[in-house]
């Protein structure tokens, strides 16, 4: 009864301690919902922001696509262009250079060219390289100069350069003023004739053989090797016919 008496004196102490304890509960609580609303927060918040940032760089990529796709449309006009000019531009060179090269001939042809002046031309000039060629003798020497280049001149005269550029002429071997061979010449002149050369028989001694065993080695049948008429696939083939006889002579396929 004393401990209830006691008990009953200290209820006042007993409700301001349980309401005590019922905030401090009520406060870690709150702390802790409110750690957790600020959890959720951040989450979503998190979610928005990246969803947000994944939506800018969609549109930055799809803006950079269409603008880098608009620049590399105009660059391949441009470069389009430039080859399709740059083609035309040929195209129209070759053939222009076409026509002016069938024009320009035509005209060198029916005003320009002689035929027989240049025909008249080169056999002058023809003439006067056999003259330069007879005079070849009279060009200069490393010791004695000649009679187109003087001493007492600064330099050599136009002749001595025109004789340095043409070649001498080649000396020509005359041939024997023989008569043709004539059969049915009846005054030909006979010609001493050279000596006959030896007989083999004095310029090869010694004993040799038959000319029959000779011809009958050098024309004997020809004798080829066992490696020459066996084929080279011979064993393979060898062992394809013996699988095929087994086969064949095999009671049952599944031995």
């Known amino acids: 009864m004393a401990a209830l008496v006691r008990l009953l004196e200290d209820a006042q102490g007993l409700q301001n301690l349980r309401k005590s304890v019922g905030e401090y509960q009520a406060y870690a609580a709150r702390l802790y919902e409110y750690a957790a609303a600020v959890r959720i927060q951040a989450w979503f918040r998190g979610i928005r922001v990246r969803a947000y940032l994944k939506f800018l760089n969609k549109c930055a990529t799809k803006i ?16 389009l262009r430039n080859t399709v000019f740059i083609m035309r531009f040929k195209h129209y060179n070759a053939m222009a250079s076409k026509i002016q090269r069938i024009w320009r001939g035509y005209y060198v042809r029916k005003y320009v060219f002689c035929y027989h002046g240049r025909k008249r ?18 060009l200069s020497t490393e010791v004695i100069p000649g009679i187109y280049n003087s001493p007492f001149l600064p330099c050599p005269t136009e002749e001595e350069y ?21 059969p049915i010449c009846k005054n030909y002149s006979s010609s ?7 007989p083999l028989s ?18 004997k049948p020809f004798q080829p090797t066992l490696r020459v008429c066996t084929d080279f696939f011979s064993l393979e083939k060898a062992r394809e016919k ?13 031995l």
Not at 64 to 79: D, E, M, N, T, V
Not at 162 to 181: C, G, I, T, Y
Not at 192 to 198: C, D, S
Request: avoid cysteine; charged fraction near 35%.
């Open 202 to 219: 004095s310029m090869f001694i010694g004993p040799f053989r038959d000319p029959k065993d000779v011809q009958k080695q050098r024309y």
């Open 64 to 79: 950079q696509k269409i603008w880098r796709g608009f620049l590399a449309r105009r660059y391949y006009s441009i470069l």
């Open 242 to 254: 013996l699988k095929k006889d087994e086969w064949v002579q095999r009671i049952n396929d599944n």
């Open 192 to 198: 001493v004739l050279p000596p006959l050369k030896k």
């Open 121 to 138: 031309y080169l056999e002058a000039l023809q003439v006067k390289n056999e003259i330069v060629r007879k005079h070849h003798y009279l």
């Open 162 to 182: 025109l004789l340095r550029s043409v070649q001498p002429l080649s000396h020509k071997k005359k041939k024997a003023d023989e008569p043709e061979f004539d």
